[in-house]
């Protein structure tokens, strides 16, 4: 799968899990299940213990999954999870080298930024997405609007406390895609290894976006926004 399948896939799912539990083995479960749970994609985080190993497992055992690192913090940990098979890399800051790592390897990469001249460097830098991050804290779905007003151009992941309340709203506001920790992997659940109930968050989710991109391009208020939710509900 190349570059530009990863960031369709991306696009069509509008969904990437971040994947960020105390061990390898339950970072696989997690990945494994949200997988069964109709959502292709996982970000391991690089705080997993031995997240890289992770990453490779998961590439050799899941060829169906598109397996990307999160939180890379320099270009040696990005080399590593690229050679282990990532198919992409995400940052929690905007780190330049990584960015520059990723278009020489033509490896998909969405750095994190928060200010419009964070976002507006990170996507001059030849990102594919840009992650903003922690989006719940700025503004949420209003911030993301507000972005998406003078940068249309720019295809933005909304990241940092989207949940089942918030997801809707922030497709709504412009955002190509959602990325999604505890409120589709809780903690609780992957330590109790819960398959069916992070199956059934993988659905909604998936519904979240599927009705909330019904609703693009309509005059977006509180009404739309809860209207596309409660859709979504009804069918997950």
């Known amino acids: 799968m190349n570059r530009k399948d990863v960031c369709a896939q991306i696009q069509a799912s509008g969904i990437i899990p971040s994947v960020r539990v105390p061990s390898a083995e339950d970072a696989r479960f997690a990945a494994e299940t949200i997988s069964q749970g109709g959502i292709p994609i996982v970000e391991i985080a690089m705080t997993v213990p031995g997240a890289v190993r992770v990453i490779s497992d998961l590439v050799k055992n899941a060829p169906n999954m598109i397996v990307g690192a999160g939180g890379v913090m320099d270009a040696e940990t ?36 928060l200010t419009p001249t964070e976002v507006i460097a990170a996507w001059r830098a030849g990102s594919d997405f840009v992650k903003v991050v922690p989006c719940a804290a700025v503004g949420g779905e209003n ?94």
């Open 78 to 113: 990005a080399r590593r999870c690229f050679d282990a098979g990532a198919k992409f890399l995400t940052t929690d800051g905007l780190i330049l080298e990584i960015v520059e790592y990723a278009l020489k390897e033509d490896i998909v990469v969405f750095p994190g930024a």
């Open 143 to 236: 911030y993301i609007r507000a972005l998406k007003t003078p940068l249309p151009q720019i295809p933005l992941i909304a990241a940092g406390g989207v949940n089942q309340q918030t997801a809707c709203g922030y497709i709504l506001a412009g955002a190509a895609a959602i990325g999604v920790g505890e409120a589709l992997i809780p903690w609780e659940a992957v330590a109790l290894r819960q398959s069916n109930r992070i199956r059934e968050l993988a659905r909604r989710f998936l519904n979240f976006v599927k009705f909330a991109r019904r609703g693009t391009g309509m005059k977006v208020d509180e009404v739309v926004v809860k209207r596309a939710t409660v859709l979504a509900w009804k069918e997950a």
